[in-house]
Each structure stands twice: as C-alpha cells, then as structure tokens.
C-alpha cells in the first residue's frame, strides 16, 4: 500500500478535466483532497493524498503528468515533542523502523528522524501527544 | 529487631535517616542481605507516573459581586462540563469529562483531544480558563448566567481528589481479532500484535508494601509534584486477589483514593492525556516513603520485576464482554525487556506507565526525605486488609 501527498498545479485549459474522477475510476485510488483552488482563467491547485496499491498510485501519477498536469510531493516530516514525551514506551511497538526506540536501561525514548518513514502508526498511539506530522 | 516511624522520623529531623529507592534496595539486600539491610535503611521511596482515569479536582470560584448559585445548575470550563451538585461555588472536573458534540470525537474512533484532564493540566499551568455558567436563580443568589476567565491563584480552593489511583498491579492487554482496537490500555493491534502493560513495578507504591502495613489512611505522599496524603482505600481496592509466596497480588488488586492542594503541583507531574478512541485521562505522579520497620518490610520492598507477575487478558472481546478468561501470566521483567514470548509468538510490548519518571519520582521524594523537611505519618487507620 502506497500514500503519497502531491500537489497538483493545472493550467488553463486543463481545469476541466476531471482528474479526481478518472483517479479513484480509472486508475483505483482512494483520493483525500487535502485542499483545493480553482479561479477562472487562473491556474488551478489541487493538494491531495493518493491512497492505494503502489501499482495503482504510479500509474496513476503518470496519467496527471502525461495529461499535462504539474505533480510535486508535499514535504511532510513527523516531529517528536520531546517536552512532551513521558518515556512510557507505549509507542514502541508501532514504529516498523525502530525511528522511536527506547534504551532498556534507561527507559528513556529517543527519536531518530532519518529513520522515519511517515507511516504515521504512531500517531494515534502517543497519548502525550508527542509526535505530530508537519507539512 | 524493630524500628518505629517515631524513631525514624526523629533521623529524618537530625539528617540521620539512610533512604534510598526501592530500586537501590534490590542492589543493597544481593549484596549484603535482608537482615543487615533492615538494620541500616530507615525509608524506601516508591514511585509512580501514570495514566489514573479515576482523578479531578474539587474547586471553589469567587462569588461575582451579584451572587451566583451554580449548584443544580449546569458549568463548563473551557466548554467541559463540570459537576454541579455541591452548593453555590463548588464545582467537580473529572479527568474524563468530555465537551458535548466535540467534532474531533464524532467519527471512529474518535479523537479525544480535550477533556477534564486538559483544563486540569491547564489550570496547574496557571492558564487562563473561562467558566460558564447558568443556574436557577434563587432570592439570595439572583445571577442566572455567569462568563468569567479565572486561573487557579484566584481559585478559594483547589484540591486534587482522586477517588480511585495508585493500583496494585494491572492487567497485559492483547487484542485477539484481527482489527485494531482503541482501549484505555493503547492502540491494540489485531493477533496479539503488541502487548501493553501498565505498571511501574518494582517501583511501584503498593507493590512494595503488598499487604498494606505501613500505607494507610493518612500517610504523606509525593503527589502530583506537590504534597498529598492518601485519604481512603480507592474503589475498587481488593485485597482478596490471589497471591504469590511473596504476598504480592497477580493481578488488580489494592487502590487509593488521594487527595491534596493542587496550588502546590505542577504541571509537569499532572499531565492531560488523550487515548484515541478512548477518551482522556489523568496521567499523576505519586510517590510513596515506606518505612523499614523489620526484616518484613526490607523484603517487601526488595522485590524485582522477575518476582512480579500479572495476568494477560485478550480486550477485543473477553474484557469487553466480561468473560473472566485469563490467556495466561507473565512478570514485569519479560515485560519491561520488550518482548513477551507467548504462545510461541515473540510479541512486542508498551508500557503505559513511565519508569523513567517514576524513578524521577522516587528520586525526587528521597530528596525531599533526605532534606528533613517531609516526614512519615503513622496511618490513622489501616486500609481494608487480606
């Protein structure tokens, strides 16, 4: 499964295509439109989250570039609170790259960003709400 | 050869008294064994920091020139409702008083961001909080409708009462289905993904003192980074629950009920927390001196991790519906490692409970201790024993 944020720039003559339409029919994505933008005789901006199989989300990123449509990804990162951490180890088991790990020893809980995926498992799970997702 | 809390109280006062953790105990008994170990400790400190739904505050608010009588009627702070059947001024914020139609709760599983919990935290920050308030209106107390900002300086009083904290061991949750589940104990992932335990163990105030002989109605705590006492038994406390050769419950057993001045905490050891799908809580610091009367107490207080045990129990549908199964135990120190091995599954597991801050706590306490300026209250009287 693939998520992927990517901001949509159309011009003009392509604002009347429909590009959510075609995504979720055609090209089997779920679609989670973050915000959108539309003037008349401006540029059209649409920021959304592609959701489906890797498969699904590739061909369908292509058919936005091949029709013309501008695609850039939407910087995201997730940020570790450490003021607010309690070190209670509760997000431990989430993380599937051992971004947040806790030394044994110490029972003190570290986050090392490099190895952040942004999956978002532990979103939910912090109850100190120590992890937030910034883009 | 006995001690008395008079005695040991008489050391605190000269700065005499040898205190130390009731993780430095289990060090101090391996090396030199229990009977020296209870001639020369005089205090254990024990130390907790945890979510511990069963908490509020009772507070009095200023009478408005024109009066107001909010008993009976309805108040919210920061749009959280609070209890109103205590007379004219008091009101009763519960950890997990929830605002009505929150957006952020309505689809599953629901958010819960902000609760009871988070104004309490708040208002030990010395934030703002805006109380609303309507009532009946009454010839001695006219006002029907009342807005108002207050911090807590301007409280007559605030008082942290918690009916039920500090519990004597808790349970191992797993979630047997194959969908996620949003508990009090965690995110619990489906085929025993993870296993989340809650408890400071070896730490812990009641684990330490397993049949209750020295913590009673009355004795002085570290509570909330402040002064607090405990004030009954907390509901639900069984002490009937099966023991081990070391008189320490396997499972839920005693509770306290704890009461103190919540002018005097502070916001870090009182924090708001939010269970996803859950609701808010409470997450309080308590830490507990425990004075070592006899050989008894020296070996009460030197118990591990490995010689403390609890049950697992599946949430996604024994607890929930109340079956009483139990899928089997395990002790705190498989706990604490990471990894629980059971049913020949290696399961990672998470604490809700944070030992780092409740070694913080016992710490702090044996500072306190060893300053001379907190000493031991001789229980006024015993909480319901085994």
Same mark, same amino acid.
């Given at each position: 499964?693939?998520?992927?944020?990517?901001?949509?720039?159309?011009?003009?003559?392509?604002?009347?295509?429909?590009?959510?339409?075609?995504?979720?029919?055609?090209?089997?994505?779920?679609?989670?439109?973050?915000?959108?933008?539309?003037?008349?005789?401006?540029?059209?901006?649409?920021?959304?989250?592609?959701?489906?199989?890797?498969?699904?989300?590739?061909?369908?990123?292509?058919?936005?570039?091949?029709?013309?449509?501008?695609?850039?990804?939407?910087?995201?990162?997730?940020?570790?609170?450490?003021?607010?951490?309690?070190?209670?180890?509760?997000?431990?088991?989430?993380?599937?790259?051992?971004?947040?790990?806790?030394?044994?020893?110490?029972?003190?809980?570290?986050?090392?960003?490099?190895?952040?995926?942004?999956?978002?498992?532990?979103?939910?799970?912090?109850?100190?709400?120590?992890?937030?997702?910034?883009? | 050869?006995?001690?008395?809390?008079?005695?040991?109280?008489?050391?605190?006062?000269?700065?005499? +008294?040898?205190?130390?953790? +009731?993780?430095?105990?289990?060090?101090?008994?391996?090396?030199?064994?229990?009977?020296?170990?209870?001639?020369?400790?005089?205090?254990?400190?024990?130390?907790?920091?945890?979510?511990?739904?069963?908490?509020?505050?009772?507070?009095?608010?200023?009478?408005?020139?024109?009066?107001?009588?909010?008993?009976?009627?309805?108040?919210?702070? %920061?749009?959280?409702?609070?209890?109103?059947?205590?007379?004219?001024?008091?009101?009763?914020?519960? +950890?997990?008083?929830?605002?009505?139609?929150?957006?952020? %709760?309505?689809?599953?599983?629901?958010?819960?961001?902000?609760?009871?919990?988070?104004?309490?935290?708040?208002?030990?920050? @010395?934030? =703002?909080?805006?109380?609303?308030?309507?009532?009946?209106? !009454?010839?001695?107390?006219?006002?029907?409708?009342?807005?108002?900002?207050?911090?807590?300086?301007?409280? %007559?009083?605030?008082?942290?009462?918690?009916?039920?904290?500090?519990?004597?061991?808790?349970?191992?949750?797993?979630?047997?289905?194959?969908?996620?589940?949003?508990?009090?104990?965690?995110?619990?992932?489906?085929?025993?993904?993870?296993?989340?335990?809650?408890?400071?163990?070896?730490?812990?105030?009641?684990?330490?003192?397993?049949?209750?002989?020295?913590? @009673?109605?009355?004795?002085?705590?570290?509570?909330?980074?402040?002064?607090?006492?405990?004030? $009954?038994?907390?509901?639900?406390?069984?002490?009937?629950?099966?023991?081990?050769?070391?008189?320490?419950?396997?499972?839920?057993?005693?509770?306290?009920?704890?009461?103190?001045?919540?002018?005097?905490?502070?916001?870090?050891?009182?924090?708001?927390?939010?269970?996803?799908?859950? @609701?808010?809580?409470?997450?309080?610091?308590?830490?507990?001196?425990?004075?070592?009367?006899?050989?008894?107490? +020296?070996?009460?207080?030197?118990?591990?991790?490995?010689?403390? $045990?609890?049950?697992?129990?599946?949430?996604?549908?024994?607890?929930?519906?109340?079956?009483? =199964?139990?899928?089997?135990?395990?002790?705190?120190?498989?706990?604490?490692?990471? =990894?629980?091995?059971?049913?020949?599954?290696?399961?990672?597991?998470?604490?809700?409970?944070?030992?780092? =801050?409740?070694?913080?706590?016992?710490?702090?306490?044996?500072?306190?201790?060893?300053?001379?300026?907190?000493?031991? !209250?001789?229980?006024?009287?015993?909480?319901?024993?085994?």
């Amino acid at each position: 499964m693939a998520k992927k944020k990517v901001i949509l720039t159309f011009p003009p003559a392509l604002i009347e295509e429909p590009v959510t339409y075609n995504l979720i029919k055609n090209y089997d994505c779920k679609i989670n439109i973050l915000k959108a933008t539309v003037r008349p005789k401006e540029k059209g901006r649409l920021v959304i989250e592609l959701n489906g199989s890797r498969e699904a989300v590739s061909k369908g990123l292509g058919y936005l570039k091949q029709i013309g449509v501008q695609v850039e990804p939407l910087a995201q990162e997730v940020r570790y609170l450490k003021e607010r951490c309690s070190h209670c180890s509760a997000c431990i088991p989430h993380c599937p790259t051992e971004a947040l790990s806790i030394d044994r020893e110490d029972m003190r809980v570290t986050f090392r960003g490099e190895r952040c995926i942004i999956c978002e498992a532990c979103l939910p799970v912090c109850a100190y709400k120590a992890m937030e997702i910034k883009f | 050869m006995s001690k008395t809390i008079a005695e040991i109280n008489e050391k605190l006062k000269k700065g005499k +008294a040898v205190v130390v953790t +009731a993780e430095e105990i289990i060090e101090l008994t391996r090396k030199k064994g229990i009977k020296k170990v209870a001639q020369e400790v005089d205090v254990v400190t024990t130390g907790t920091f945890s979510p511990m739904c069963s908490s509020g505050a009772y507070l009095n608010v200023k009478q408005p020139q024109q009066k107001m009588k909010m008993g009976g009627g309805r108040a919210t702070l %920061n749009g959280v409702p609070v209890y109103t059947g205590f007379a004219a001024a008091d009101i009763y914020i519960g +950890a997990a008083a929830l605002p009505d139609d929150d957006p952020r %709760n309505a689809v599953y599983p629901g958010q819960f961001l902000y609760g009871g919990a988070q104004v309490i935290e708040e208002l030990v920050a @010395g934030k =703002k909080v805006v109380l609303t308030a309507t009532a009946y209106g !009454t010839d001695c107390y006219p006002l029907k409708k009342r807005e108002t900002v207050l911090t807590l300086k301007e409280l %007559n009083d605030a008082v942290l009462f918690n009916p039920r904290n500090g519990y004597q061991n808790y349970n191992v949750a797993v979630n047997l289905s194959d969908k996620v589940i949003y508990t009090y104990m965690g995110v619990l992932r489906p085929r025993m993904g993870n296993a989340n335990y809650c408890s400071a163990g070896q730490l812990s105030p009641l684990l330490n003192d397993p049949i209750y002989r020295t913590i @009673g109605l009355g004795t002085k705590i570290f509570l909330g980074g402040g002064i607090g006492y405990v004030c $009954w038994h907390g509901t639900q406390h069984n002490p009937s629950v099966l023991r081990g050769e070391n008189k320490v419950p396997r499972g839920p057993a005693g509770t306290l009920a704890v009461i103190g001045d919540l002018k005097g905490m502070s916001a870090q050891w009182l924090r708001g927390v939010s269970f996803t799908g859950y @609701g808010t809580t409470l997450a309080v610091s308590i830490g507990v001196p425990i004075p070592i009367l006899d050989e008894e107490m +020296a070996a009460f207080t030197s118990v591990r991790d490995e010689d403390l $045990w609890t049950k697992i129990i599946d949430y996604s549908h024994d607890y929930p519906q109340g079956t009483g =199964k139990i899928l089997g135990e395990v002790n705190y120190a498989e706990l604490k490692s990471g =990894k629980m091995i059971f049913k020949k599954k290696e399961i990672p597991t998470g604490g809700l409970s944070s030992y780092l =801050k409740a070694r913080e706590v016992a710490e702090t306490l044996k500072k306190w201790l060893l300053k001379g300026n907190f000493l031991l !209250t001789e229980p006024v009287a015993p909480l319901p024993g085994v």
